[in-house]
């Protein structure tokens, strides 16, 4: 594969974004934060080592996940497509190849919603990303992305908002053995409570 055997300064590189993202993203992105780049970093982490990617190729998916929404630095639409700009842009200065970097992209384009992830790489960060969707925090979690959309503008009510995450989740499907096994079981059980509030709303 020609993606291995290049060095690259994937510390480096990860650093780079965290500290721009750190110092740089707007205060009402209260979802899209420095703490979810973090947080889908740790769950990229956990999911490649359970499905066994290590070395190169799990360095190329953690520098996916931190430039994943980098966009954000200059705009919350088409954020993966600025996302990928920033990469390329960026990870030559950190000696990654074209190869690596076209690498990276593929997967950070993959997280756009609907996601469709072409290769295991790309499915491991889709399902970092949504990660939540599946676990405790989930309520505390999604309440942050309520905020969020309401500062944009995008929603308004509380009803509107449990209307979107019902969608949303009906026609979310995890892609790893990891999200399948840990994740939908939980996942289901958050999409029956909020059905069960929309249902409320139509009586």
Same mark, same amino acid.
């Given at each position: ?18 500290? +721009? ?32 990617? &290590? ?7 953690? =520098?996916? &996940? ?15 497509? +600025? ?71 995008? =929603? ?6 449990? +209307?979107? /995450?019902?969608?949303?989740?009906? /026609? ?7 999200? +399948?096994?840990?994740? /939908? ?10 059905? &069960? ?7």
């Amino acid at each position: 594969m020609p993606l291995l055997n290049h060095p690259m300064d994937n510390k480096g590189a990860i650093q780079h974004i965290l500290d +721009r993202l750190e110092q740089e993203l707007p205060e009402h992105l209260t979802y899209h934060g420095h703490h979810h780049t973090l947080d889908v970093m740790e769950a990229t982490e956990r999911i490649a080592k359970a499905e066994g990617i &290590s070395g190169e190729l799990l360095n190329l998916l953690l =520098v996916a &996940s931190a430039y994943h929404d980098s966009g954000f630095l200059y705009d919350h639409r088409e954020h993966e497509k +600025r996302g990928c700009e920033i990469a390329k842009d960026v990870l030559p200065e950190f000696g990654f190849s074209e190869e690596q970097i076209e690498a990276v992209c593929k997967m950070i384009m993959a997280t756009k919603v609907p996601q469709d992830p072409k290769n295991e790489l790309s499915k491991i960060l889709c399902d970092a990303d949504l990660d939540y969707l599946g676990r405790d925090d989930f309520e505390q979690i999604g309440s942050t992305l309520f905020k969020e959309l309401q500062a944009l503008g995008v =929603v308004e009510t509380v009803e509107t908002w449990n +209307r979107i /995450q019902l969608g949303f989740l009906q /026609q979310h499907s995890y892609h790893t053995e990891y999200g +399948r096994k840990y994740r /939908q079981q939980p996942k289901q059980q958050h999409l029956e409570k909020i059905r &069960s509030i929309v249902a409320g709303y139509d009586q």
